[in-house]
């Protein structure tokens, strides 16, 4: 049943990232993202990692698509249509493809030898976390806030310039 529940998991999760490669419309992409990112959660949940899972439906799930979604409601609407027609799509289609040539036979190789995964205590998380992870954690948090600041101020100037104003 595990198995059959990860299948499941892994299809929706996969099924997601191409929704969000796939679809032209931001919002969409928004949502399939926020699909992926649950389905990884629920994978989580197969493999014992309960905080983790909460960690990724908490902080991913939540915080993130709703930023993201903040973001594209504050962005000007004429930008849509050049965001929409890149044009280096077949590009990204073919790292995508070698990216995916790469990680097939690197899983197929470690899922023959057999090896087992490691269960993570809450300790063992909370330290690495408090520790090794805690700089590098503050910096994408503060990159996030910087990337959230640069949006509204774009949206909110009249030539793109960031100089403010309105619609005078």
């Known amino acids: 049943m595990a198995w059959f529940v990860f299948i499941l998991l892994a299809v929706l999760a996969i099924g997601g990232g191409l929704g969000v490669v796939v679809t032209r419309n931001v919002v969409h992409a928004a949502l399939s993202l926020l699909v992926s990112l649950v389905a990884v959660a629920g994978i989580y949940l197969v ?74 205590s809450f300790t063992g998380i909370g330290e690495s976390l408090f520790t090794t992870w805690a700089v590098p954690f503050e910096i994408a948090s503060l990159v996030l806030l910087v990337a959230l600041i640069g949006a509204i101020i774009i949206a909110r100037s009249d030539d793109g310039t960031g100089s403010g104003g309105g619609d005078s």
């Open 47 to 120: 493999l014992f990692a309960e905080f983790l899972a909460l960690v990724q439906v908490l902080i991913y799930g939540g915080a993130i698509i709703i930023v993201l979604l903040f973001a594209i409601m504050l962005t000007r609407t004429d930008e849509y249509p050049r965001i929409a027609d890149n044009k280096q799509w077949p590009l990204a289609a073919i790292a995508a493809l070698a990216l995916m040539g790469v990680l097939v036979p690197a899983f197929a190789i470690d899922s023959l030898e057999g090896t087992e995964a490691q269960s993570a």
